[in-house]
């Protein structure tokens, strides 16, 4: 049967059918093989509209709605413009500033794919056209994305924090160092990786000019995450107010929205969010059966069930989280793992916060493994030009980046923990 | 034949539209609420749900057109290294299969709205509306899907846009 | 192996079940004491069984949320499903009468009408759409937490912007003056927290569960309203059960439910525990002003009428009797 689901997936993928049909098609089968023939197809619609039927999810098109109208009005290409301005005498100067964007928008959005969308839309184009090599960039772009999960806000952690009664407060504060050092390691690996391109430095006047450009662009973020933390609006909301803000700089500022340009930026967040929104009814409708026929549960339980030492089950518990982050998006890990892995970790005398930092990184994997990888996916839904083949090259080394800090946080668990006793 | 073939064209694109034109609304309500509730102190009891539905319908109301344009991933991994003949049965089959998929989708969610129609199944809000309607997005979403494959049966293309891994 | 020694038990307790694989699921986290309850309904029919017959179970919502619980129930896609009387009432409206706020007063009164008249009625507006209740799985009562001021009457929810789930609660909301907001619920910790909203509504167990101690200041203990889960089973996978195993079920399910229903009230009462020693500023809602509370509260008793036809009168009317 997992032969059946592993080789049925591979081969859809691998004679071209989309990502989202090959999803819900093997879905189908196996519900069609496995539990109780045609029958179990009452159940496809229901998941379908269940899959979507999610405020948060209204959020994700409007995003990419929004830095579809950064990108055409030009608002994208002044900040970029300005970053360089300040940055392009380092190695690697604008790779970096990219990782500093996805780190301010993880911090208001609590979301890895809206933080993905929406800063490399605008990152993306103009990195690759000063020279940045464009698989070096997609890797930082799905990377940097997935910090949206662990520096707080964070879905997830509330998540966890629902399914074992742990302090969501906690979790957060558990989640910033280990967020700072992510980020941190995440810059100076691509300042490395990209350090044979750096410009000479701007004069102070370009500099003041290029900030003056961008200053409209600039206020977007401002407004933003200052309406996110005074409570004006929520995250999923801060997309709305994105999109309108956009809207006005682009009408009133920039004065190059035309009725052409409209219905070309309509076309795209179509495409795009339907593509997006598509493969996520997909993994649901095969979470759905997988989980039906226990297989998820299996492995965890095999994986855990064995009398070796409390540092052997943890290692095995990481590459079962890796092995199902390829496949399932990461709420349904979340819900079918935590309640077993839970008392499992609690009884070896492991701390349930920093498991909970351990739980969030391998969630951050799971958004960039493939097949299914939303991070991937987005990413590759910004630009024809870009293959998934590439993408994942590019987010490699940013994965082993991810996996030494996992192994890191073993040997030093305070790197979560320091925090949190001062809470309460 | 023509004349049909266009018209389903044309009938795709117009949906895309439509869905574009939710999500538009999606940001209207949305921002509606924000203004209403925080500088007002007067929250909607609308544009939550109205929201979560006019997503669900652009998703299914824009995904044939990401059909027809090759928006959807696929992996290219095999397909960008066998030849001509051997790429252009893999699209058939693809089609196929996606048409198989499609068919499903429809079939069955035209059964499911007429069992929620049935019981009256009503939204869990002040609202209460009939949840029929907003599960109707599925099956006409699945219509547009079956016609989309079709037409790319018909086409009997493959994807050009893609690179090599 | 296995299967022969499952026989010689069966046959060694003297009763033999047809092998039954029973796919259960439900939506709540693995410490709630319902879900207690559901982990020893399982343990107790696959023992008395003998293991003949099989229970698979699906908690925290990884198979289905509640949104889309009953749609599956109804149609086969799972055996059994447990889901809140909320959910309930958008197919069935007299199961909203859990909504209806102060129609319980407490515990004992809750039981003794389950097993009633009233239970009946609701069984039978059940059964109506397809689905057997085996069990009445008592939440616990609803009550009001906030980030703004202590809510001493109904006056003082004037302004007021609280996070609401279901029709009738929000309705509720509306009648003491203050406005329903609908958010997802992963938002509403951080909602709470930065003031989006002033309030949430929910049970003590819940609010312990999900910290609200630390993004609100102020709990109304005013039990509003009882959160009732229902267990149901696929109306026509069931008559096709033996009538030992259906016994058995039902036995089973009818223990569990008393066992709930007392845990529910202990949890009640140690989770409120636990937001006063959090630091959480209570007021308790004293029994003589109860009424005010009630009176203000009658335009969601119209309502609930409307909706909910000649079933829903007469389950109003029983209630008002006790
Ligand atoms: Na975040
Ligand atoms: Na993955």
Redesign the pocket.
Known sequence: MNLFFAGGLATFLLIGLPVAFSLGLLAVLGMYLFNGGSVAFDQVPIIAYSALDDFTLTALPMYVLMSQILVVSGVGRDLYEMASKWFRHFPGGLAIATVFCCTIFSAISGSSVATAVTVGVVALPEMVQRGYKRRYVLGLLAAGGTLGILIPPSVPMIIYGSLTGESVGQLFIAGVVPGIILTLSFMIFASIQMRHIKEKPATWNERWEASKKAIWGLLLPVAIIGGIYSGIFTPTEAAAVGVVLSFLIAILVYRNLTFMNLKKIILTTVNTSAMILFIIIGAKLLGFILTMLQIPQQITEAATGTDVSPWVILIVINLVLLGL?????TVSILVITVPMLYPIITALGFDPIWFAIIMVINME??????????N?FVLKGLDNKNSLGEIVKGVIPYALIMVLFIILMCFFPQIATYFVGDVQ | MNTLYKFSDLLIKYAAYLAGILIFATTLMTFYEVLSRSFFGMPTAWATELSTYAIIGSCFLGTAYAVRTYAHITVDLLVNRVNNVTRKVFAYICNALGLLFSVILTGYGFSHISLTFELGTTSTSLLRIPMYLPELFIPIGGVLLIIAFILQLVDGDVHKGGDSL | SNDDGATENAEASGEEYEPATIRLAYNLPPDHHISHGIEQFVQKIEEESNGQIEMQVFANGQLLSDKDMNQSLLTGGIEMGMNSSTIWSSTVPAMGIFDVPYVFEDYEEVGESLNGEFGDILRSEMEDVGVKVLMFGDYGFGQFANNQRPLESPEDFAGMKIRSVGTLPSELIQAYGASPVFMGGGEVYMGLQRETVDGATSGTTAMVQRSYDEVTDYLTVNNYAYFEFILGVNQEYWDDLPENTQTLIEETANETEEWIRHQTKLEDEETLQVLKDRGMEVYEVPADELDVWKEAAMPVWRTFEDEAGEAGEKLLDIAEEE
């Open positions: 982050g390829m496949f399932l998006e994997l799971a958004l960039i493994t493939p097949p299914v990888g939303l991937l």
